[in-house]
């Protein structure tokens, strides 16, 4: 069976789902870091496939800029996380109920 | 073999980047500065954040008579687009942040405003939001969003208190949610499209006659839901009474204003061709969302106990009537929209000043929290002055004439009148008779109260220094004398939005 464009954008949505599962379930701030990179992910492999299918390179160029994008969003939510670890001595979603939204 | 590339300089049109790149410029220095020589005082930053912000208002001032002589500006490989939608959005974003930086200059001291870090991070946020709201392709208002999104986490977080982690924590997980949703939502357009432009989106979407209807619709889902984040529209709204609360007050006046006048740029962009297009499916979606952001959030206010936790939820109502300006979609709703939102950061930056000058570095017994209404029971036997400033932005906020938003409110509710909107315009109307409640409880505590035993006065300007005093004053005079300038303001509005074409 030929790979085509529409097996690409399946996996791409699969990923997106599990990625968006991932950020509401997820009480464990790491992983849920893990999630979000997931969701950003899954929108690269599309951004691909579809560039290749029209021989476009906008598409790729789009997809650079979000892993440039992921990384910079990775590395602000660790320093937050850092800084919690060491007031709180955790990284648990559940703990941060002082205010109520 | 490539062959070289030759790129004449003359069509890159640098001219079109020179306002983003002088808060780029003035963060670069200040980093370098603090280098240099470090433990310099605060005022110096300010004092050099203010002056590349004025520089850049002027650029945006020049590039604003271009607009007005030549139309249309297209620029680097036509990335850039200066017309004016972007030149208004661009004034009201470095004038709100004109405004708020002298509020570091505290008389207490806070932990945030001693480091030149964050007046540098200041100037990147603003020179994010100006390339988000400068350019028709998705890429660079993607990359605009999230420097400015990434910087205000960081803004946010440097308040160093255990709310402000939780808040920076919070807005950055729906933060990082709305990024995904956004490049879904881009990455649907640039299959059905081949195109991540929005106007040769719109062009092939017209062509083809929205063939993929589906796929249009399911596209328009994820970017609603971006935006909804950005915006705080309900059911996305859950973020902003929290981070509100966690940051200081003078970032959440900043945050209820510039974010939003950046995103609302961004959607009037968008769903202008759509909403045109005729969608039904769009505008119901759009009619719900606008109606209960309106109404809820109304509600949510009247109950909650804390004055900033109240505001916060008057900010998602007023976000909720403004985007009924986009289901409209007129030009005249389009120029309401900026009307709006000039009057609203007066009036809302004004009272988010006053809660940021009573700010108290620890809590009396009395106190559940930062601005509890109690706290401000009888203020104007202590500090009247005081007492009488907070309640004009109230009344202003509750859109009672003379006052700067009633003219906003007035505007919008009338455009949508024009539209053929009457019930939504009868809605607005009603909303803001609900809001007038909230706003009238925290004038009937400061008014007609005892002051709590104890309460001696001084913590209403425990924080005042003269530059607070300063934009508080700004703040109430543009207020005040708003039925002056709306006419000028309103001509010079709808001349820019029309002639950008929405």
Do not use: C
Request: charged share 10%; no cysteine; glycine share 8%.
């Amino acid at each position: 069976m030929e790979i085509g464009l529409n097996h690409y954008l399946v996996l791409s949505t699969i990923l997106f789902a599990i990625g968006l599962v991932g950020v509401m379930k997820r009480k464990n701030l790491l992983l849920l870091f893990f999630a979000t990179e997931i969701l950003l992910n899954s929108v690269n492999i599309a951004f691909a496939a579809i560039s290749h299918y029209y021989g476009d390179l906008t598409g790729q160029m789009f997809a650079f800029f979000v892993i440039a994008i992921a990384a910079s969003e990775v590395a602000v939510g660790l320093g937050l996380l850092i800084v919690w670890y060491k007031r709180h001595g955790n990284i648990d979603l559940e703990t941060m109920t002082s205010m109520r939204g | 073999m490539l062959s070289p590339i030759n790129v004449s300089m003359e069509s890159l049109n640098l001219m079109t980047l020179a306002p983003m790149l002088i808060p780029v410029v003035g963060a670069l220095l200040i980093l370098v500065i603090d280098i240099i020589k470090g433990g310099l005082h605060k005022s110096l930053y300010v004092v050099l954040s203010l002056l590349f912000l004025a520089m850049d208002f002027v650029a945006v001032a020049d590039s604003s008579g271009v607009f007005m002589a030549n139309g249309t500006t297209l620029g680097l490989f036509d990335v850039m687009l200066i017309d004016g939608l972007a030149i208004l959005a661009q004034f009201i974003i470095v004038g709100a942040s004109m405004l708020f930086i002298p509020l570091a200059m505290t008389h207490k001291r806070f932990h945030e405003f001693s480091y030149p870090e964050f007046f540098a991070l200041f100037l990147f946020m603003i020179a994010g939001f100006q390339f988000m709201v400068a350019t028709d392709n998705l890429i660079l208002v993607f990359v605009g969003l999230e420097t400015s999104s990434l910087a205000l986490y960081t803004l946010i977080a440097m308040h160093n208190r255990d709310k402000s982690f939780e808040a920076a924590v919070k807005y950055f997980t729906m933060g990082a949610l709305a990024a995904g949703f956004f490049s879904f939502g881009a990455m649907v357009f640039y299959a059905l499209t081949g195109s991540v432009e929005i106007n040769k989106i719109a062009l092939v979407l017209a062509a083809n006659g929205y063939a993929d209807m589906g796929f249009v619709l399911i596209g328009v889902a994820f970017f609603l839901a971006a935006f909804g984040f950005k915006l705080s529209l309900i059911p996305f709204h859950t973020w902003a009474p929290d981070v509100y609360e966690g940051s200081s007050a003078a970032m959440a006046g900043y945050m209820s204003i510039v974010p939003k006048i950046a995103a609302f740029v961004v959607a009037m962009r968008f769903f202008e061709f759509l909403v045109h297009s005729g969608i039904v499916w769009l505008d119901v979606v759009l009619y719900i969302v606008v109606v209960i952001t309106m109404t809820a959030s109304n509600m949510w206010a009247l109950v909650q106990t804390d004055v900033k936790r109240m505001l916060a939820y008057s900010s998602i109502s007023h976000a909720g009537f403004v985007m009924a300006a986009i289901l409209i979609g007129t030009t005249q709703a389009n120029a309401a929209l900026f009307l709006y939102w000039i009057l609203f950061s007066f009036t809302n930056l004004g009272s988010f000043s006053m809660l940021w000058v009573s700010r108290q570095k620890h809590l009396p017994d009395y106190q559940s929290s930062d601005h509890s209404y109690n706290k401000f029971a009888g203020m104007i036997k202590t500090a009247p002055i005081a007492s009488v400033i907070m309640a004009l932005f109230m009344l202003s906020l509750a859109g009672l004439p003379p006052f700067a938003l009633f003219w906003g409110k007035l505007y919008m509710i009338s455009s949508a009148v024009t539209g053929g909107y009457t019930i939504l315009a009868l809605i607005m109307a009603l909303n803001s008779a609900i809001a007038g409640y909230y706003y009238l409880k925290l004038i009937v505590y400061m008014f007609m109260k005892e002051p709590v035993q104890g309460n001696d006065g001084h913590v209403y300007v425990a924080n005042a220094t003269l530059a607070l005093k300063t934009i508080i004053g700004i703040a109430a005079i543009g207020t005040i004398f708003a039925f002056v300038a709306i006419n000028p303001i309103l001509e010079f509005v709808t001349a820019f939005v029309y002639n950008s074409g929405y």
